[in-house]
């Protein structure tokens, strides 16, 4: 059992424990799962895309990236339909421009299939090169951040305010006591290093939920799915995706239009990969010290899974799919191979089967263990040179922006045009490589004409 295990996943009995792989599994699939009913929430929006076809062809997308993920990669990495791109997806190129969902998909398999050729020409590991360290080092801080602050959002404990932008929300009732109840549950138990704690928080809290009702509805914070005959429905078969199987549209190829989307994909998920990947290596200490470099491990292999998974998605009829952050609660639970990837995996082959049952567990109870991650991302900033204005302030924006912009590329964008643009202010030319001139130039562009 041990070789298969080694083999198959990279799992070394000396150093990791299956429960522990497993468990990791279940916690990212938990705080990734409300991607299920996102989903096809959003493409509702676009005639012809059944709810019912899109929440099975997510399912089934994530499921192929994170297998990839795990038997190739050997990575505790998940995969889905990433947030954001299915937005600009629905909103920008199809309610937006005017195409159809048809030109959309064809776009997100155009893009994957460059990506894959992008990574098997190692374009993606060159570019993932030329970002210095110090960067590196604020990714991972960033996207700390950025997860911390998706969970206060899901909890209720951050909300809009048309004064400010973002505010505190009514603490004392609903979501948002549930969410302020899971997290000093949650933290109590990584506090005493109870293996599992972030897996065990959630439970708890979605449990908490079912006493606790919502003041804007008059309901539990945590609903059970009820059958028509008032009994709790817990299986039901997936829908089928005929409506949506690689349905693309193939007479726009060669359009400006097919070229700015397709391009806009490809910019996004490659610097939203590249972002989560090293990000939660940092935070994780997965990366081996080594004062000339800071490379991830295997990750041609990674970027090929992302790459694969894309073109999956595609024929499924669902939008760019990615490697997602949430995966870092895994990490954090201590998943460190692709046992745990496969334990996700096997987590959404149930989730089509079973819906009713992950459905019902509200973001308020996810949320405690997203804020917990990203305590466990930030002592990378431990590394960064504050007091080198030339490095401090690049680092700054990027882990800043991040969550303020809602965007892990854009951080990274920004990051490295200023990073270029310190160094050249300071006269320190030396210390800015060929491959980020260039990559400044085109994300100044990016910004200017996309």
């Known amino acids: 059992m041990k070789p298969a295990l080694e083999k198959l996943f990279g799992f070394d009995s000396s150093v990791h424990s299956v429960r522990t792989e497993i468990i990791a599994g279940i916690t990212t699939f938990l705080t990734m799962a409300y991607i299920l009913a996102v989903n096809p929430g959003i493409f509702s929006a676009l005639p012809g895309m059944p709810g019912g076809s899109v929440f099975t062809a997510t399912a089934l997308a994530a499921i192929v990236g994170t297998l990839v993920m795990a038997l190739y990669a050997k990575k ?25 969902w048809q030109f959309a998909l064809t776009a997100v398999l155009i893009e994957g299939v460059l990506f894959i050729i992008l990574t098997l020409t190692k374009v993606r590991t060159w570019l993932l090169n030329a970002i210095p360290g110090t960067l590196k080092k604020a990714i991972g801080a960033g996207i700390g951040l950025f997860i911390a602050f998706i969970g206060l959002q899901n909890a209720g404990i951050i909300v809009n305010s048309d004064a400010t932008l973002v505010t505190l929300g009514s603490i004392t009732e609903g979501k948002a006591l549930v969410g302020i109840i899971g997290l000093m549950i949650t933290a ?16 708890a809290t979605a449990i908490i939920g079912l006493f606790i009702k919502d003041p804007a509805t008059g309901d539990a914070v945590t609903q059970l799915i009820r059958n028509e005959a008032g009994g709790i429905r817990l299986i039901s078969l997936p829908d089928g995706l005929g409506p949506i199987f690689c349905k693309f549209e193939w007479g726009q190829i060669l359009s400006w239009d097919m070229l700015a989307v397709v391009f806009t994909f490809l910019f996004i998920d490659m610097f939203d990969t590249m972002g989560t990947i090293i990000g939660v290596h940092q935070g994780a200490g997965l990366i081996p010290e080594d004062k000339k470099r800071d490379d991830v491990p295997d990750m041609e292999k990674m970027f090929l899974a992302d790459s694969i998974a894309t073109v999956a998605g595609a024929c499924f009829g669902t939008s760019t799919t990615t490697t997602y952050v949430e995966s870092a609660a895994g990490v954090g639970a201590g998943g460190r191979t692709g046992l745990t990837a496969l334990s996700t995996a096997v987590c959404f082959a149930l989730a089509l089967f079973l819906s009713p049952i992950f459905l019902a567990i509200p973001g308020a109870a996810t949320a ?3 804020v917990i991650v990203g305590v466990m991302m930030m002592p990378s900033i431990k590394r960064i040179h504050w007091d ?8 700054f924006l990027t882990i800043i922006l991040m969550p303020v912009s809602y965007s892990i590329s854009d951080g990274i964008l920004i990051g490295v045009i200023s990073y270029v643009a310190m160094h050249a202010l300071s006269g320190k030319f030396k210390e800015i490589s060929i ?3 260039v990559l400044a130039v085109l994300f100044i562009c990016k910004y200017i004409f996309i």
């Open 435 to 437: 491959p980020m001139w």
């Open 76 to 100: 505790p990495f998940a995969l889905a339909p990433g947030m954001g791109l299915n937005a600009f997806f629905v909103y920008t190129v199809c309610l937006g421009m005017g195409h159809t």
């Open 188 to 203: 109590g138990l990584v506090m005493a290093k109870i293996r599992g704690g972030i897996l065990i928080g959630i439970i």
């Open 388 to 395: 080198d204005y030339c490095k401090a302030i690049p680092a």
């Open 368 to 370: 405690p263990a997203l």
